[in-house]
């Protein structure tokens, strides 16, 4: 099944054009009113929508309305830090992760973008880091790929929502999984069981030249507080 390929300002999508769903619906999100029409930038056609289409739409829209809540409610206990569509488009988005406590990524933050499949969520998101920006066991630091299970068909669920998905992400930081590696020195380290190694290197990876969102020394004010 193709997926929804993005780009650098705009998501182009392989599902037919006069798609642009839920015009009329509504919702409440942070106490304004919006219209979840304003968030599809598809042209309308005279074709009604097939009750797939609708059923997919309406499911990514309350996820966006629950996502915005939890995130606008926390207290620092979740490591999704924002989850938001890419210039309003639901089929990608932009999240930024903080490094868990305790790990070399404490202190971070990191960026991800999301694609949902045409069939979300039957099927899993696509979820990549950005380019050049964590190294991880599990992660193509080339490319931001994630070797992650219920990223894969065989184990992802219908039910867990793309807040989940972060999560197990953020999780997978402080429990990599140097069995199934897309970073092999970083693995083969791990393995090893060299844990000064390890720090070292991903402490230089993430110094360097700082590809994470934040700067290097909002580690060491992370490190203060914790």
Request: glycine share 4%; aromatic share 8%.
């Amino acid at each position: 099944m193709r997926s929804w390929q993005c780009s650098q300002r705009v998501c182009r999508t392989s599902w037919p054009c006069y798609i642009r769903p839920l015009v009329e619906f509504l919702f409440v999100s942070g106490g304004k009113l919006r219209r979840l029409s304003r968030l599809f930038k598809l042209p309308l056609h005279r074709q009604a929508l097939s009750e797939q289409v609708r059923a997919i739409m309406s499911r990514v829209a309350k996820e966006y309305k629950k996502i915005a809540e939890l995130l606008s409610q926390d207290d620092g206990e979740l490591g999704t830090v924002s989850l938001e569509p890419r210039e309003g488009d639901l089929s990608c988005w932009d999240a930024v992760i903080r490094g868990p406590r305790e790990t070399p990524y404490a202190g971070h933050r990191f960026k991800l973008t999301l694609t949902l499949q045409e069939d979300y969520p039957r099927s899993p998101p696509k979820v990549m880091f950005e380019p050049g920006a964590m190294p991880h066991c599990n992660v193509d630091f080339q490319t931001g790929e994630i070797c992650l299970d219920i990223l894969t068909r065989n184990h992802w669920s219908p039910a867990w929502d793309l807040l989940h998905v972060l999560e197990a992400v953020v999780q997978l930081l402080g429990e990599p999984v140097p069995e199934s590696p897309l970073n092999i020195d970083i693995a083969n380290i791990l393995k090893a069981g060299d844990s000064l190694a390890y720090r070292d290197l991903i402490n230089y990876y993430l110094c360097l030249p700082c590809s994470a969102v934040d700067s290097c020394a909002d580690k060491l004010d992370d490190a203060v507080i914790s």
